[in-house]
């Protein structure tokens, strides 16, 4: 698999520590309850650690919360994937958790990185999906802070009117 096969869709990378751990399983739980959101808005999400395929397999057999995942678990050994997008700790061999929305166009719409004692929130970053796909269906309209689906946009050259 590779980025490029995602091409002219919208994809969300997950970048996470580690398998087996703590609030990992608590991030790819909540998002594997919110795939089905992520994939009506036409996104795909692959997941990304440094472990392999074959510790991706024993996680996912062994855990509940794992076991609902059914979006692509992504192993990235030797941290390439990580280090393209500047996630990766090279004194602990891990990553630090790194969420990005890519357009169908290849273009980085959303970055959030952080350290890896918080987890991140699968609605949030369903919410900024959804808020970049309709700024690229919209010309002219911007989003506002949590703005959700149906809810009122700006018009930033139409709200400045009337202003100077």
Known sequence: MKISDFEGK????????????FICPTEL?????????????????????????FVHKAWHDHSP???????????????????????????????LRGSFIIDPDGVIKAIEIHDNSIGRSAEEILRKLQAAIFVRGHEGEVCPANWRPGKKTLRPELDLVGRI
Request: negative net charge; aromatic residues 18%.
């Open 65 to 95: 919360a794992i076991k609902k995942i059914q979006y692509p678990m992504v192993a990235d050994p030797a941290a390439k994937l990580c280090r393209y997008f500047d996630t990766y700790l090279d004194d602990e061999g891990i990553f």
């Open 10 to 21: 919208w994809l969300v990378l997950l970048f996470y520590p580690a398998d087996f751990t």
């Open 29 to 53: 739980e909540e998002t594997a309850d919110y795939y089905e959101e992520f994939k009506k808005a036409g996104a795909e999400i692959l997941s990304v650690s440094t472990d392999t395929a």
